[in-house]
Structures are given as C-alpha cells and as structure tokens.
C-alpha cells in the first residue's frame, strides 16, 4: 500500500482526511501521499508556533546552538532514508551531484548555522553614555519552498530561523514535500513541541500563508511570479519577506579563457540537477573566435553524461521534475528550432513513462528567442555568439533576472572588473553557482529581495532594536 505521510504539528504527527499523490517522476506512478492539510491545520501549526516562540526566544543561546547541531546529527544519521525519498520525488541520482550530495550539504549547512553568532553591537560606550544594537528574533516565521532541492533550500531556510530564536512552519511544494516531512518529523526528537511545524497540501495553502494575520515572517524560494503574489499579500500584516526568485544567469566566456579546464566547469554549471537550478548558467555568452571549439567540446562532453533513472549508480542525470516544466521546456526547444536554433544535442524528449529529457545544446540562438529571454529551468543551453565584451555585458543585462553571472577567462583581474557590471547578486570567475554557507547569496532585481547564507542571511531572522542609555 502506498504510504500516506503526516503533517507535523505541535510535536506530533497529524494525519488527514485527504491526500495528494506525489509521483515518482522517473515512472509516472504515484509513490506516497502527502497529507492535504488545510487552512484549519495551518491555524494550528501557526498557534503552536505562537505558543513556543516565547520559550524558544528565552532559551539560552548555547543551547539553541546545541540544538541545531542536533539537527545536523539527525540529518547525517538519517541520510540514507531522506536521499532515497528525494530521488523518488525529485527524481534527481542518489549519487554523484545528487541527494546524498544534497543531504550532504543540508548538514554542513546547519552546522555552519549553529556557529554563527549576532553579538550585541555598541554604537557608543563612553563615559557619555551607552547605545547599543540587539538583534532580536522576529517571532513565528513561514517558509515556502520549491520543488529543486527540497531538503537543502528548507535548511536554508529553518535553521537560520531557529538559531536566530524563532518558530518556523514550512509548507513544502507539493510536487517534493515527502522528505520534508519526514525530516521535520524525525527534528521533533531534538526541539520543543511547536518549535518546527510542517503542513503540506495544495498551492492554496501557500496563499492562506501568505496572507495569515498571525506570521511576522516569511522566507520564500521559488519562481518569481509567485514572489510578487507572496509580497502582495504579505502587505496587509507588514510581514517581513526573503524572497528567492528566478534567475536567468548569463556566463560570458572571453577569448582567452583555459577551455581544458573551462568545458567541465561550464557543463555542470548549466546542467547541475538538470538544470533546475535557480543561479545555473542559463544563458551562454561565447566569444565568436572561439565558439565553434567551444561548441565541440561541450558536444564531447555532453556525450558521455548519462541521463536515466535516478536510483540507478549509472546515472549522472535524472529526470525534468514534473510535466509542466517538462512541457515547457519542450516548448522553448521547439520554439527555438523554430526560429532556426541549430540542436547540436538532445533537441527532443526521451520516449518512456517518465520525464526524460535529454541534455540539449542549442547553437545560433539569440535575444528575442523564449529560450534566452526566459527562464528555462530545464536542461537546455542556449550558446549565443559575441564579438564586443561591452555588447555581452549590456545583453546580458538586458533582463530582469539579477541571480548570477559569470565571468570565465585566464586574466582574473579583467575578468573581475567585468563581473563588476554584471547586474546580479553573485559573480562568479571560471566557475558558477558554488553557493557556500558563509557568503550572502540573494538576487539583485527581480531575482528576489534580501539575502541568505552568512552573517547578514543570518540577521534577515532579526529586527533591530536599539537601546539608548
Ligand atoms: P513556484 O513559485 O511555483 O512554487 C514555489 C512554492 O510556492 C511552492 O511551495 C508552491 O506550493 C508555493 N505557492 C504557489 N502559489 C503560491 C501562492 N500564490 N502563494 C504562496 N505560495 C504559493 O516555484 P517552483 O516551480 O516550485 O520552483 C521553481 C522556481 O523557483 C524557479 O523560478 C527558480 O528559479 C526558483 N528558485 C529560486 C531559488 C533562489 O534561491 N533564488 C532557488 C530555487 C528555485
């Protein structure tokens, strides 16, 4: 029988009267049931939080930091049951830049966390007088994450919350919630009853957080359409926001960038999980005198890179997550096909019960094209030719994604002071993505607003108070 999965309430686990299926998407076939909590159950959790936040805000700091550190522990103990549900759900590999790599870095993440510190700061301390700035928690904070990485971007998002001393409920997408749950279930061993919450259900559950009187907070990850309804809903209360939206991050490679040791770094910065990636090479900038070789051997390396079910250890790529994004990334290939894009591989979906796509390059592509001008999120790589460095920089500009950029070439200083223009968050040099939990990462424009990761991500769980005497 399929195993039907509990909301976390309180402390305990809640079942419910009605489920949704959650599909394995490398067969098409339903694998758990994710409880359909609703707007009655999310009152609850919210009132439970309410109800821990005093005591959890009072706890002393070092145990709060020994209580994330527990959650670490827990996250390694049960890393083997949690990477598994991720591949069913996700359909991501168990191996390689998969979920064991995802729980990986879940658990190094909290640890990271639990170090960090928010002293108090003093504006003066003189024989004049003292003011001094605390940072303290905000109080019941809700987080809403998306279907990509669904244990690690829920990290990101809880425990900073916690260390900082607040509650948290997260609601999980309803595409990936399983893991979640069963990771906040087995939480309730290291914290207070309320302290974390999952519910889960449909999108609508999403819409009564966003607008719920009794949330001071949320952190949201996800596309950046359902960031502005987030926003506008959060106004009615002045709820404080983190929003991590969509990127259309733009890679320009110069003429004399080191293509041995570039091509691997490039390929995993645009197909790393399929590509469903908020900040992964979306768009490809190459230099005109070098971008037939660069084409090549990113063909050369493309065929060797297995796509096929995630369980399997002979897989380096899993599945498109669900059928709308499957489908729409079918449509931005043969939009570009369309409008003479030419496929050097992939081009077209693998046939089969799952949500196969193979990996895709696309040369002669350009401005105007859906493929570059949108978000694809999907593992397809528009390759666009330049032959003016300030030309690429204003296109890739020209957008309203501000994630990540990157730079790649082997003069670090020149390469640095064009990642400078870049509109976006993040730069990166001869590489992308490498998100790492003590540099703020968030996204400039409509990529988001606020930052996680680090001293300041770690302050976004805070307001200010300032005591003057
Ligand atoms: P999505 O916006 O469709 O859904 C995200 C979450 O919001 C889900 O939990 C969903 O149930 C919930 N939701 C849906 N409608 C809602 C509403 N009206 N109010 C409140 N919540 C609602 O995004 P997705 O398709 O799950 O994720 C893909 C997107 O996320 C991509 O655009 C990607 O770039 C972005 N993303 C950004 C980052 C980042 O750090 N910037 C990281 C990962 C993913």
């Given at each position: 029988m399929t195993q039907a999965y509990p909301l976390i309430i309180d402390g305990m686990s809640v079942s419910t009267d009605?489920?949704?299926?959650?599909?394995?998407?490398?067969?098409g076939r339903t694998f758990a049931l994710c409880p359909a909590g609703t707007s009655a159950d999310l009152d609850r959790a919210v009132a439970a939080a309410r109800r821990a936040f005093p005591g959890w805000a009072a706890t002393p700091?070092?145990?709060?930091?020994?209580?994330?550190?527990?959650?670490?522990?827990?996250?390694?103990?049960?890393?083997?049951?949690?990477?598994?549900?991720?591949?069913?759900?996700?359909?991501?590999?168990?191996?390689?830049?998969?979920?064991?790599?995802?729980?990986?870095?879940?658990?190094?993440?909290?640890?990271?966390?639990?170090?960090?510190?928010?002293?108090?700061?003093?504006?003066q301390d003189d024989a004049q007088g003292r003011v001094a700035l605390y940072r303290k928690p905000i109080g019941v904070v809700a987080s809403i994450t998306p279907w990509n990485f669904p244990v690690m971007i829920a990290i990101w998002h809880i425990m900073p919350a916690l260390r900082a001393g607040n509650t948290v409920v997260i609601k999980p997408s309803p595409y990936t919630p399983i893991a979640t749950l069963r990771m906040v279930e087995l939480m309730q061993q290291a914290l207070p009853p309320g302290v974390l919450n999952a519910v889960a259900g449909s999108d609508d559950l999403g819409?009564?957080?966003?607008?719920?009187?009794?949330?001071?907070?949320?952190?949201?990850?996800?596309?950046?359409?359902?960031?502005?309804?987030?926003?506008?809903?959060?106004?009615?209360?002045?709820?404080?926001?983190?929003?991590?939206l969509g990127g259309n991050d733009a890679a320009i490679v110069l003429p004399d960038v080191d293509l041995d040791s570039a091509v691997e770094k490039l390929f995993w910065g645009a197909f790393i999980n399929n590509g469903q990636v908020c900040a992964a090479i979306k768009r490809l900038y190459v230099h005109d005198s070098i971008y037939d070789e660069l084409c090549d051997r990113l063909l050369d390396y493309a065929r060797n890179v297995k796509?096929?079910?995630?369980?399997?250890?002979?897989?380096?790529?899993?599945?498109?997550?669900?059928?709308?994004?499957?489908?729409?990334?079918?449509?931005?290939?043969?939009?570009?096909?369309?409008?003479?894009?030419?496929?050097?591989?992939g081009g077209a979906p693998i046939e089969g019960d799952g949500l196969f796509y193979p990996v895709t390059l696309l040369a002669d592509v350009k401005e105007g094209?859906?493929?570059?001008?949108?978000?694809?999120?999907?593992?397809?790589?528009?390759?666009?030719?330049?032959?003016?460095?300030?030309?690429?920089?204003?296109?890739?500009?020209?957008?309203?994604?501000?994630?990540?950029?990157?730079?790649?070439?082997?003069?670090?200083?020149?390469?640095?002071?064009?990642?400078s223009r870049l509109e976006c968050g993040s730069a990166w040099i001869n590489n992308h993505a490498m998100v790492r939990p003590d540099a703020p990462f968030g996204g400039v424009k409509q990529s988001g607003i606020g930052v996680e990761f680090g001293k300041l991500g770690l302050a976004e769980f805070t307001t200010v108070q300032v005591i003057h005497q």
């Open positions: 009605n489920h949704l299926d959650v599909i394995n998407p490398a067969d700091d070092a145990d709060r930091k020994a209580a994330v550190n527990a959650l670490a522990d827990i996250l390694d103990a049960n890393a083997g049951e949690l990477a598994e549900l991720i591949t069913r759900e996700q359909g991501k590999t168990l191996s390689g830049l998969g979920s064991q790599w995802e729980l990986g870095g879940a658990a190094a993440w909290t640890r990271y966390t639990a170090a960090l510190d928010l002293p108090v700061e003093y504006i819409r009564a957080i966003s607008s719920h009187p009794d949330i001071d907070k949320i952190v949201f990850t996800g596309s950046t359409r359902t960031g502005k309804h987030v926003m506008a809903s959060a106004s009615d209360s002045l709820k404080r926001l983190t929003l991590e796509t096929g079910d995630g369980m399997s250890p002979d897989s380096q790529l899993g599945t498109v997550q669900n059928k709308m994004q499957f489908e729409r990334v079918k449509m931005l290939v043969e939009a570009a096909k369309a409008s003479g894009a030419r496929v050097l591989c094209m859906a493929i570059v001008d949108e978000e694809q999120f999907g593992p397809a790589l528009p390759i666009i030719r330049y032959t003016d460095l300030d030309d690429a920089v204003a296109r890739a500009n020209d957008n309203p994604n501000g994630l990540g950029g990157s730079v790649w070439s082997s003069d670090t200083d020149k390469a640095v002071a064009i990642a």
